[in-house]
């Protein structure tokens, strides 16, 4: 079974950064995409960013330009770098690994963007 960890979360003022990161507890084979998702208190979750196997990315529109996403396969791990935060950016950010046979989600980073 695939363990994903988050890191990188933490309280921030307006206007920072961070970068968030998704590591696996192992090589994944036959990985079509690999995904952000968040969750504000009291929404529900929302899609963020994706980068595919073969390295389009696509992204949320109220965070395009803001954020990206990036992989570094020798550390099975998938990176959101988040710039420019906003306080509306404040939730739970979730990594999700697509497979052709499966869907593994992480337990979540809390980011909190406040003065």
């Known amino acids: 079974q695939v363990q994903l960890v988050e890191s990188g979360g933490g309280l921030v003022q307006p206007g920072g950064s961070l970068r968030l990161s998704c590591a696996a507890s192992r090589s994944i084979r036959s990985v079509t995409g690999r995904a952000w998702y968040r969750q504000a208190p009291g929404k529900q979750r929302e899609f963020v960013g994706a980068?595919?196997?073969?390295?389009?990315?696509n992204y949320a529109d109220s965070v395009k330009g803001r954020f990206s996403i990036s992989r570094d396969n020798a550390k099975n791990t998938v990176y959101l770098q988040m710039n420019s935060l906003k306080p509306e950016d404040t939730a739970v950010y979730y990594c999700?690994?697509?497979?052709?046979?499966?869907?593994?989600w992480g337990q979540g980073t809390q980011v909190t963007v406040s003065s």
């Open positions: 999700k690994i697509t497979t052709i046979l499966s869907v593994y």
């Open positions: 980068l595919t196997s073969g390295g389009t990315t």
